[in-house]
């Protein structure tokens, strides 16, 4: 069936396009205005972090399905976390925290260094890995583990991404991030959360507030 194939991609292919500059005028109206961002996220096809069933829907600003009670990110989200992450400066090294569809972490992967991403979920984590090496995105390195540890092996870290909410920032993640680095973390529980960013200082750490925000939650320990 190549020729269904074919057409299926076209298809895809020509959607994808006007909707994907649709979603870059979108995020540029919600206020995010770092240009490498709004790039990175313009050329990264979505559609491919998705079921099949959902891949037309890959470019509206919202959140998806990805199975085993997850979802991959809302695009605003992750350029609005890549933003701040990237606001001080170019970053070498980067930990996040919940791999999910690998979506964010594609995005990280072509604006740093380096991305250490820990899942719970094997599943996840494969499938994560396969869309990573298909994308041809080779500086990103997989840990199943559980996240509220970090990856203390690796660090320190210059920035560090977690993308589900707990009720307290995990005192793992403020060990592991280095002089002058940069957390940017959900914190709180059910309808009442908030997006934190946490920069370590010569002594303590800087904490910002910066609005309301939807995830799901961190949960513990590592999954088969
Ligand atoms: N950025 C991802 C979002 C996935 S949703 C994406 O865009 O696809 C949050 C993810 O965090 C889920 O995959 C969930 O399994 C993972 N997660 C939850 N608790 C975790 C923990 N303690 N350690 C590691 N990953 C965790």
Redesign the pocket.
């Known amino acids: 069936m190549r020729g269904q194939d074919d057409l299926l991609h076209r298809g895809i292919g020509m959607t994808s396009q006007r909707t994907r500059e649709r979603l870059i005028a979108r995020l540029v109206e919600e206020g995010i205005c770092n240009s490498q961002v709004l790039e990175v996220i313009r050329k990264t096809p979505r559609h491919l ?1 998705v079921d099949e069933a959902l891949a037309h829907r890959a470019y509206e600003d919202t959140a998806l399905p ?1 199975g ?1 009670n ?4 809302q695009p605003y989200m ?1 350029a609005r976390m890549s933003e701040l992450l990237l606001a001080a400066g170019p970053l070498d090294k980067v930990l ?10 594609a995005v990280l992967s072509q604006l740093v260094e380096r991305v250490f991403s ?4 094997k599943g ?1 984590q494969d499938r ?1 890995k396969e869309r990573m090496q298909g994308l041809n995105l080779r500086n990103v390195v997989f840990r199943w ?4 540890e970090g990856w203390p092996a690796l660090a320190p870290y210059n920035g560090i991404i977690v ?2 909410v707990a009720a307290d920032v995990p005192q793992a993640l403020l060990d592991q991030l280095a002089p002058g680095g940069r957390l940017v973390i959900p914190v709180g529980a059910g309808d009442v959360q908030q997006l934190l960013l946490i920069i370590r200082e010569e002594h303590g750490y800087a904490r910002h507030t910066l609005g309301a925000v939807r ?9 088969a």
């Not at 997850?70 to 990110?73: E, P, R, Y």
């Open positions: 972090f990805i085993n997850q979802t991959i990110s992750v996040e925290i919940g791999t999910g569809s690998g979506y964010q972490t820990v899942e719970r979920i996840l994560a583990g559980d996240g509220w993308t589900a995830f799901v939650p961190l949960l513990n320990g590592p999954l």
